[in-house]
């Protein structure tokens, strides 16, 4: 499968000027917070977005998540690591009340020490990413194997997240613009081909998409031949045109709002197509 156009894979996502580490710092912090208040609860709550989670559920995978990726950038390993291996999460001893891994979701009250373990294993990720060269060489799951492809994703996965979390003690704040546009791009030009490359995707048959931002110019024409995607900022017109704001875009995009949610012009039924052509990764 070969995706081309307007972002190559390889090196046309860094941004000099958009510091993701700073949107790392606030996302996380967004997300504590909200898990933090559903602390003495007598069940943690559902997480609608997710709903085979919890709250336990949902601080757990993202703090695993971390510790994963914090071993991956001080160990620099060439394949991927045992996700099995208990040493990766450096877990606490007194781990009473946390979820049953396998067993999601779990109901149970939502246990302060696990949030700690996540603000722990969060703030130790970032500083790592801040005393590492993004362009230094380390294994990914994806073609790009550089610690900025983990700085990138990580933050994009803090935001879609944190929203998921929000949405489950409250009202979700938006994504912030500068990186809702930005986690857009790294949509085309990394989950979709994963998400293609690793689930039985069907041929595309030259479904053309575009989607517009609504509080800014960016613009981004998607079109599915064979195995290929083109990724393009404009051109001929589409079966299906979706505006909406970067946030709603990429929070479509991530499968966490409906389609009612943003302006649908169009053969709707190529819109409903978009998520059998995108597996998720």
């Not at 020490?113 to 130790?124: P, Q, R, S, V, Y």
């Not at 613009?177 to 293609?196: C, H, K, N, S, W």
């Not at 039985?200 to 110019?217: I, K, Q």
Request: proline share 7%; hydrophobic share 40%; aromatic share 10%.
């Amino acid at each position: 499968m070969t995706i081309s156009g307007r972002w190559p894979p390889e090196a046309g996502w860094q941004s000099d000027a958009m510091d993701y580490a700073a949107h790392f710092h606030r996302e996380i912090l967004a997300f504590e917070a909200a898990a933090r208040r559903a602390v003495g609860a007598d069940e943690a709550p559902a997480v609608p977005s997710c709903p085979d989670w919890t709250m336990s559920d949902l601080v757990q995978h993202l703090g695993g998540v971390h510790r994963y990726v914090i071993r991956v950038l001080e160990e620099r390993p060439t394949r991927a690591l045992d996700p099995m291996d208990p040493v990766i999460y450096r877990l606490p001893e007194d781990r009473e009340g946390w979820p049953v891994l396998g067993a999601a979701p779990n109901h149970g009250p939502l246990a302060e020490g696990l949030i700690d373990w996540f603000a722990d294993g969060a703030a130790t990720l970032e500083s790592t990413f801040r005393s590492s060269d993004s362009s230094d060489s380390v294994w990914t799951w994806s073609t790009q194997q550089t610690v900025g492809f983990w700085l990138r994703m990580q933050v994009i996965e803090a935001a879609v997240h944190r929203w998921d979390a929000e949405r489950a003690t409250g009202e979700p704040g938006p994504v912030d613009p500068e990186l809702a546009t930005d986690a857009i791009a790294q949509t085309f030009e990394v989950m979709v081909p994963a998400g293609r490359s690793r689930n039985s995707a069907p041929r595309g048959s030259g479904e053309r998409y575009r989607f517009s931002r609504t509080d800014g110019t960016d613009s981004w024409t998607v079109q599915f031949e064979g195995d290929d995607i083109l990724v393009t900022d404009g051109g001929d017109p589409c079966d299906v045109e979706v505006s909406g704001t970067a946030s709603d875009l990429m929070l479509f995009l991530w499968q966490r709002i409906p389609a009612t949610r943003i302006d649908v012009k169009g053969d709707r039924g190529v819109l409903d197509r978009y998520f059998t052509l995108v597996p998720r990764v």
